[in-house]
């Protein structure tokens, strides 16, 4: 919905007071950086694929964005750097790497609204952290909207909404919905008592 890939059946998306269908799609899709849980890669080199964020872009622009996004280190351990070819789809780097660069993209488009579905979902502790370290930078000031199961994910967010059975069943910071010891609290608990 925040993508306008679906219109709403009810209600409506208002993106700083104004209803996002009172503005054309050419604004939002202008304005809106997405990170997927499944990113797509276009074959080329690791350079195209973040120079794909914003036309024109320089060198610079681009390690600047790959700096930010913590993706610098694995591309600097790469045989060919910046000209490593990615493949079809990235399928010559693994998950981790393939969301660095995508995230690296999106910073490089400098969006006003940023919308991350389960970016961290398929990658390792680690990565995950890189990935953690590279948004917390750029959410700041931002409209963000952030997906994820993986809490450690939302944890630093302003306002968390609980989705359980296809309905809002909380709302609140972190602390308080813990402090509330609801839906929460439990989802929480089980994974960092499991981890």
Known sequence: LMCRFYEPSGGGIYINDVEYRERSLHWLRSNLGVVLQVPHLFSGTIRDNIAYGRAGATMEDIESAARRAEAIHFIDSMPDGWETQVGEGGSMLSTGQRQLVALARAILADPQIFVMDEATSSV??????????????????????????????VRNADRILVIDGGRIVEVGDHASLLEARGRYFQLYTHQFAVT
């Open 124 to 153: 390792d502790t680690e990565t995950e952290q890189q990935i953690q370290r590279g948004i917390e930078s750029i959410l700041s000031g931002r409209i963000s909207v952030v997906i994820a199961h993986r809490l450690s994910t």
